[in-house]
């Protein structure tokens, strides 16, 4: 008799997690128990874990294939996945039966599961977004697959050098991943460079045209996403590259065998490394081939799974498949998808053009001018002449769609076009990517508004209703469940566990912000958290700090715009205040920095030297020591930011209000009951709306100001320097040699581009009242109950920040995808 599916799938009970670890310790790592090396531990249990994956992996593709399924599949350049094997074991609900079984065999899992080296495939924000819908998408239970590229080297790790940061290469993959499953059958032919041959007719109805190419092979490698339950198992399809043939064989008959070794190494360099940029554009030729390869491989695969479930019936592609473009780094798939159709597929232009439009929908994630992508045609016409040749078609019906709307507005065109015609001509990605989407959204409220109103005015007047926003969102499972498990514990115990899957189940616990027990155990369980973390602060830094100051953290990407300088100054301040005036903070502080800039971002690394200059100083006086500490965690990860979070006490998200899209690490502090102390920017003003204004910390100028001051040009730097004693002090300490730790240090620089530059961040507009704001935060947390009180409305009120949420907007407005439940469930 046939098993059924249930008795073939294997259990989540202590004895079959024995059996399954002791097997794979056996055969799959060749071992005798005892021998097995903390690496080797890791790799068993993982091993243990994805088998189970698998056998859900496979009933989940099946009942969608049953159920002819629409799906959704997320193209990103980026997926900041950090560690899975915790976080697979909570979501199959195997955590404890794990841990026991290990326990039974001597081994602890918390000391495992540290073995993992966190999969570091994005660079910060955008990279973790994309991470945490797929984690929503699995328990949803919606068919929606993430598609990206194989990094061999994620983002670098970051080492501090006197001060300095450092670079070192992430060989995440040195030791293989148990997180992969390759599929060599599903290997893809991938062609770049090459001519196109002089077209039959004017029109694009001819057939293959794009010759000489050369072509790489695209492995695909499937990682596997469980939802909250383990119902539901998507997957993650990233793919390397490899060269086509083992040897080229033309070259290596001629002789030369270490040029021919040379070509394969020079195809497979394509998937080698992530660009450690978050908003600089590289403008290198080999990042063109990377966002090429991601969409080529995507593009092709998913036209595949089409035909191969729906016979000869292009036509309903759009019915069946929604691509979502993260930023327009995949932007180049609305040329491949109009390619496959055009020349592979035989369509005419516009059929094509319909199902391409109806198919793509494309999210924004900034508005810095300088972050927005540009590819030089020239370019363009090396790598991949023949898309060039389609956006330039795509051009050319669109603008003329435009003059017909807009008669006699030649202005109007040279701000649309989508190839730019002054100086180098480029091919500007955000253009394409509106044009041929049926939907644009933004990440916030404010952002959204934004990019209507200042970025793309023109193609919101001419498409009104493609533009939407949808929120951005975090996944409670892996930022209060995992991460901060004693207050996961304290809630399911006082309101039942539904928040686990619906968030917004959280307002329950508003009766208990002032009641004196709950505060007392929220308290405890965040010095909990706050000593664990000090002890990993003594481990990194050295440093030893008290669990009972305050704990106000600035944790992401250094930025200009995101104005780490900002908390810089104030502490600065508040030190010459301590030490020159005698006055002293009314509560004792740690303030804990972490974050990584981009290698060539000489601002970026000169503000981590000035925080970690800063650092020394005051760590090592006498007179703050009481008072004040800071520290600068180095090399800041996903892993690392689950162990900061659940400590903090104050979150800091002080961006020039305008300049942050959305900001997500501010609903994750929220959600784990720290304040903010923030601009009106981004989701902090959504994060307002719904903790209530007594409940966070707002300073600052709202970007409408900003916005104004930018157009009169009436902001000047030198009024606030010579009319705020403070500020002055601040900037001539930074401009003296006070915080220097050697000569011909100083940070000049800062001053400079401060007051004589123009000060591009509004810093010294924002400083005396984000000076006011922290002092009424100081103020208030001497006033423990108060504060708890507040600090539980913020975990109470977040409800609205599960990407849960932003997920069924997405569903539901834009891809039209619907949720598959196993049957009895
Ligand atoms: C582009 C071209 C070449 C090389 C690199 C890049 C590149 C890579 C990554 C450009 C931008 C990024 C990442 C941007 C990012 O993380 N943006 C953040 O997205 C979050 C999710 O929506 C928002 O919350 C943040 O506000 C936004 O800054």
Same mark, same amino acid.
């Not at 029109?203 to 000489?212: A, I, P, Q, R, S």
């Not at 002054?422 to 939907?439: C, K, N, P, Y």
């Not at 703050?624 to 996903?638: L, S």
């Given at each position: 008799?046939?098993?059924?599916?249930?008795?073939?799938?294997?259990? +989540?009970?202590?004895?079959?997690?024995?059996?399954?670890?002791?097997?794979?310790?056996?055969?799959?790592?060749?071992?005798?128990?005892?021998?097995?090396?903390?690496?080797?531990?890791?790799?068993?249990?993982?091993?243990?874990?994805?088998?189970?994956?698998?056998?859900?992996?496979?009933?989940?593709?099946?009942?969608?294939?049953?159920?002819?399924?629409?799906?959704?599949?997320?193209?990103?350049?980026?997926?900041?996945?950090?560690?899975?094997?915790?976080?697979?074991?909570?979501?199959?609900?195997?955590?404890?039966?794990?841990?026991?079984?290990?326990?039974?065999?001597?081994?602890?899992?918390?000391?495992?599961?540290?073995?993992?080296?966190? $999969?570091?495939?994005?660079?910060?924000?955008?990279?973790?977004?994309?991470?945490?819908?797929?984690?929503?998408?699995?328990?949803?239970?919606?068919?929606?697959?993430?598609?990206?590229?194989?990094?061999?080297?994620?983002?670098?790790?970051?080492?501090?050098?006197?001060?300095?940061?450092?670079?070192?290469?992430?060989?995440?993959?040195?030791?293989?991943?148990?997180?992969?499953?390759?599929?060599?059958?599903?290997?893809?032919?991938?062609?770049?460079?090459?001519?196109?041959?002089?077209?039959?007719?004017?029109?694009?109805?001819?057939?293959?045209?794009?010759?000489?190419?050369?072509?790489?092979?695209?492995?695909?490698?499937?990682?596997?996403?469980?939802?909250?339950?383990?119902?539901?198992?998507?997957?993650?399809?990233?793919?390397?590259?490899?060269?086509?043939?083992?040897?080229?064989?033309?070259?290596? +008959?001629?002789?030369?065998?270490?040029?021919?070794?040379?070509?394969?190494?020079?195809?497979?360099?394509?998937?080698?490394?992530?660009?450690?940029?978050?908003?600089?554009?590289?403008?290198?030729?080999?990042?063109?081939?990377?966002?090429?390869?991601?969409?080529?491989?995507?593009?092709?695969?998913?036209?595949?799974?089409?035909?191969?479930?729906?016979?000869?019936?292009?036509?309903?592609?759009?019915?069946?498949?929604?691509?979502?473009?993260?930023?327009?780094?995949? $932007?180049?798939?609305?040329?491949?998808?109009?390619?496959?159709?055009?020349?592979?597929?035989?369509?005419?232009?516009?059929?094509?053009?319909?199902?391409?439009?109806?198919?793509?929908?494309?999210?924004?994630?900034?508005?810095? @001018?300088?972050?927005?992508?540009?590819?030089?045609?020239?370019?363009?016409?090396?790598?991949?002449?023949?898309?060039?040749?389609?956006?330039?078609? &795509?051009?050319?019906?669109?603008?003329?769609?435009?003059?017909?709307?807009?008669?006699?507005?030649?202005?109007?065109?040279?701000?649309?076009?989508?190839?730019?015609?002054?100086?180098?001509?480029?091919?500007?990605?955000?253009?394409?990517?509106?044009?041929?989407?049926?939907?644009?959204?933004?990440?916030?409220?404010?952002?959204?508004?934004?990019?209507?109103?200042?970025?793309?005015?023109?193609?919101?007047?001419?498409?009104?209703?493609?533009?939407?926003?949808?929120?951005?969102?975090?996944?409670?499972?892996?930022?209060?469940?995992?991460?901060?498990?004693?207050?996961?514990?304290?809630?399911?115990?006082?309101?039942?566990?539904?928040?686990?899957?619906?968030?917004?189940?959280?307002?329950?616990?508003?009766?208990?912000?002032?009641?004196?027990?709950?505060?007392?155990?929220?308290?405890?369980?965040?010095?909990?958290?706050?000593?664990?973390?000090?002890?990993?602060?003594?481990?990194?830094?050295?440093?030893?700090?008290?669990?009972?100051?305050?704990?106000?953290?600035?944790?992401?990407?250094?930025?200009?715009?995101?104005?780490?300088?900002?908390?810089?100054?104030?502490?600065?301040?508040?030190?010459?205040?301590?030490?020159?005036?005698?006055?002293?903070?009314?509560?004792?502080?740690?303030?804990?920095? @972490?974050?990584?800039?981009?290698?060539?971002?000489?601002?970026?690394?000169? &503000?981590?030297?000035?925080?970690?200059?800063?650092?020394?100083?005051?760590?090592?006086?006498?007179?703050?020591?009481?008072?004040?500490?800071?520290?600068?965690?180095?090399?800041?990860?996903?892993?690392?930011?689950?162990?900061?979070?659940?400590?903090?006490?104050?979150?800091?998200?002080?961006?020039?209000?305008?300049?942050?899209?959305?900001?997500?690490?501010?609903?994750?502090?929220?959600?784990?009951?720290?304040?903010?102390?923030?601009?009106?920017?981004?989701? +902090?003003?959504?994060?307002?709306?719904?903790?209530?204004?007594?409940?966070?910390?707002?300073?600052?100028?709202?970007?409408?100001?900003?916005?104004?001051?930018?157009?009169?040009?009436?902001? +000047?730097?030198?009024?606030?320097?010579?009319?705020?004693?403070?500020?002055?002090?601040?900037?001539?300490?930074?401009?003296?040699?006070?915080?220097?730790?050697?000569?011909?240090?100083?940070?000049?620089?800062?001053?400079?581009?401060?007051?004589?530059?123009?000060?591009?961040?509004?810093?010294?507009?924002?400083?005396?009242?984000?000076?006011? @704001?922290?002092?009424?935060?100081?103020?208030?947390?001497?006033?423990?109950?108060?504060?708890?009180?507040?600090?539980?409305?913020?975990?109470?009120?977040?409800?609205?920040?599960?990407?849960?949420?932003?997920?069924?907007?997405?569903?539901?407005?834009?891809?039209?995808?619907?949720?598959?439940?196993?049957?009895?469930?």
């Amino acid at each position: 008799m046939m098993m059924s599916e249930k008795e073939m799938m294997l259990e +989540n009970t202590v004895s079959a997690y024995e059996n399954s670890l002791l097997n794979h310790c056996r055969y799959s790592m060749g071992e005798e128990w005892q021998q097995l090396s903390k690496r080797d531990l890791f790799q068993t249990a993982a091993l243990a874990v994805r088998d189970r994956l698998i056998d859900r992996l496979i009933e989940t593709e099946e009942r969608y294939r049953q159920s002819d399924a629409k799906r959704l599949y997320y193209l990103s350049m980026e997926f900041l996945m950090g560690r899975t094997l915790g976080n697979s074991l909570i979501n199959l609900n195997a955590y404890d039966a794990c841990k026991d079984a290990l326990m039974k065999l001597g081994v602890d899992l918390e000391e495992v599961r540290e073995i993992e080296p966190d $999969a570091a495939l994005g660079n910060g924000g955008l990279g973790r977004l994309a991470a945490c819908f797929l984690d929503s998408l699995a328990t949803l239970d919606m068919p929606g697959f993430g598609y990206g590229i194989n990094y061999e080297y994620g983002l670098f790790k970051q080492l501090i050098k006197n001060g300095y940061q450092k670079e070192e290469p992430d060989h995440w993959l040195a030791y293989g991943t148990p997180w992969q499953i390759r599929r060599p059958d599903e290997t893809l032919r991938i062609h770049v460079y090459g001519r196109i041959e002089t077209p039959k007719s004017k029109d694009f109805e001819y057939g293959h045209l794009w010759v000489d190419t050369k072509e790489i092979l695209g492995v695909p490698y499937d990682m596997p996403i469980v939802g909250y339950g383990g119902r539901t198992v998507n997957c993650l399809r990233l793919y390397s590259a490899r060269s086509s043939q083992e040897f080229d064989m033309e070259i290596f +008959n001629n002789g030369d065998y270490v040029k021919a070794v040379e070509q394969k190494m020079t195809s497979e360099t394509i998937s080698k490394v992530l660009y450690p940029s978050d908003s600089v554009k590289s403008g290198r030729e080999l990042r063109l081939k990377q966002e090429y390869f991601l969409v080529a491989c995507a593009v092709r695969d998913i036209v595949r799974r089409y035909e191969r479930d729906h016979k000869n019936a292009l036509s309903k592609f759009a019915s069946k498949v929604a691509i979502q473009l993260n930023d327009t780094h995949p $932007a180049l798939a609305i040329a491949e998808l109009m390619r496959v159709l055009i020349d592979d597929k035989d369509l005419p232009w516009e059929e094509a053009w319909e199902i391409t439009h109806d198919t793509f929908a494309y999210t924004n994630h900034t508005l810095l @001018a300088e972050a927005l992508e540009k590819w030089p045609v020239s370019l363009l016409e090396l790598v991949v002449p023949r898309h060039l040749q389609i956006i330039k078609e &795509i051009n050319r019906r669109f603008l003329e769609q435009v003059a017909r709307v807009f008669p006699d507005d030649p202005e109007r065109l040279k701000r649309m076009t989508i190839i730019t015609e002054d100086g180098e001509s480029q091919v500007r990605m955000a253009h394409l990517s509106i044009v041929g989407s049926h939907s644009v959204n933004g990440v916030s409220e404010l952002h959204s508004e934004l990019v209507k109103k200042s970025l793309v005015p023109d193609f919101h007047e001419l498409t009104p209703e493609k533009f939407n926003n949808k929120t951005n969102g975090v996944t409670q499972r892996r930022w209060l469940l995992k991460a901060n498990p004693a207050l996961a514990e304290l809630i399911t115990e006082t309101i039942g566990d539904r928040w686990i899957t619906e968030l917004e189940e959280l307002h329950m616990l508003e009766p208990y912000a002032e009641a004196g027990q709950f505060q007392q155990e929220f308290r405890s369980i965040k010095r909990d958290n706050k000593l664990r973390l000090a002890k990993v602060i003594l481990d990194t830094n050295d440093v030893v700090v008290d669990p009972d100051s305050i704990f106000d953290v600035h944790i992401k990407r250094i930025h200009e715009y995101k104005r780490q300088s900002l908390n810089c100054m104030r502490i600065i301040h508040e030190y010459l205040s301590l030490v020159e005036d005698n006055q002293q903070p009314v509560a004792p502080r740690t303030y804990i920095f @972490a974050g990584k800039a981009a290698p060539g971002y000489w601002a970026a690394k000169q &503000i981590i030297k000035m925080i970690n200059n800063v650092a020394q100083i005051i760590n090592n006086d006498p007179r703050a020591n009481e008072f004040m500490k800071v520290v600068f965690i180095p090399d800041y990860k996903v892993s690392l930011a689950e162990k900061i979070i659940p400590a903090a006490d104050i979150s800091e998200q002080v961006s020039t209000a305008g300049m942050e899209a959305s900001g997500t690490g501010n609903m994750k502090f929220a959600m784990n009951g720290a304040l903010t102390m923030g601009t009106l920017d981004g989701a +902090n003003i959504e994060i307002c709306e719904e903790v209530g204004e007594e409940n966070i910390f707002i300073f600052g100028l709202k970007a409408a100001e900003i916005e104004k001051m930018k157009r009169e040009k009436s902001y +000047n730097p030198w009024e606030y320097y010579y009319h705020d004693g403070r500020i002055k002090r601040v900037m001539d300490a930074l401009n003296s040699k006070s915080f220097c730790t050697d000569e011909n240090e100083r940070f000049v620089w800062f001053y400079e581009a401060v007051l004589n530059a123009g000060d591009t961040y509004f810093l010294l507009a924002d400083l005396a009242s984000y000076i006011e @704001a922290q002092e009424r935060a100081g103020a208030a947390y001497l006033q423990t109950d108060d504060w708890t009180g507040k600090a539980i409305l913020n975990v109470a009120r977040t409800g609205k920040f599960s990407s849960d949420r932003t997920i069924l907007e997405y569903a539901k407005e834009i891809w039209n995808i619907k949720r598959y439940m196993r049957n009895g469930h």
